[in-house]
């Protein structure tokens, strides 16, 4: 074999090599509830142990992963960084607390695939990680029947299996590892009762995690 053919060769592996992003540079971190002015940033401190949703109100649970990268930068002088992803879509699979799959009424599927929209920058130096928060429907408001089903069969929790998906500046697909988000299910439970309709009209995600709604409206007596 000539000299020529073998640096072909290794000059294809280089480039080959160069271009392939590994399989876990995207992961979830954790779930991030809003502050009380209902913003929810990469850098807060707040967490939530768990989730709530209270099924008596006709509302989507949302949720607000907090994703991060660890792709690091290949921007040239000549050429726009390729190492930036954008996180599209989160394939969530309803899973029980002992992680089996449950039998869903009305043969909703499971999993199930809801878009978001965030962008990671990449990393300048190796070994760390750059993050972003998307925001995104975790449990439909179409699911709420089934919900109710398993609540009333005994099954007061679920799990959320999340995975982040989104594709780099370059064209390459990422997948995250599973982020497991435990969600407590009641009926009535945040329902509070105000002496005005517009009483938690500040209350940012009303019927889920730490957000009360108006149940019952009783004016305070004359």
């Known amino acids: 074999m000539s000299r020529f053919i073998l640096v072909a060769m290794m000059l294809t592996v280089t480039v080959a ?5 590994p399989d876990n540079g995207l992961q979830i971190a954790a779930n991030l509830p ?3 002015g209902c913003a929810v940033t990469a850098d807060q401190d707040l967490r939530l142990a768990r989730g709530l949703y209270d099924l008596n109100i006709l509302s989507d649970y949302l949720i607000a992963p907090l994703l991060q990268s660890f792709l690091v930068s290949n921007g040239l002088e000549f050429q726009a960084e390729q190492a930036n992803i954008q996180v599209d879509n989160l394939d969530i699979t309803l899973l029980l607390p002992d992680g089996s799959k ?7 599927p499971n999993p199930y695939r809801v878009t978001t929209s965030a962008v990671i920058p990449a990393n300048i130096a190796p070994g760390g990680f750059s993050q972003e928060v998307a ?6 408001l179409s699911y709420r029947s089934a919900l109710l089903a398993l609540l009333n069969a005994g099954d007061s929790a679920v799990l ?6 989104g594709t780099t500046f370059g064209g390459f697909s990422q997948r995250s590892a599973p982020f497991r988000w435990p969600v407590d299910l009641c009926e009535g439970c945040l329902g509070a009762i105000c002496e005005t309709a517009d009483e938690l009209v500040d209350s940012c995600f009303p019927g889920q995690d730490i957000w009360q709604y108006c149940a019952v409206v009783v004016p305070p007596a004359p």
């Not at 090599?17 to 992003?21: I, K, L, S, W």
């Not at 449950?102 to 909703?108: F, H, I, Y």
């Not at 925001?135 to 439909?140: D, H, I, K, S, T």
Request: charged fraction near 20%; hydrophobic fraction near 40%; proline fraction near 11%.
């Open 102 to 108: 449950p039998t869903l009424a009305g043969d909703l």
């Open 160 to 165: 959320l299996d999340i995975r982040a998906g």
């Open 34 to 36: 809003p502050d009380d």
């Open 17 to 21: 090599g160069c271009n392939r992003f």
């Open 135 to 140: 925001l995104a429907v975790g449990l439909p």
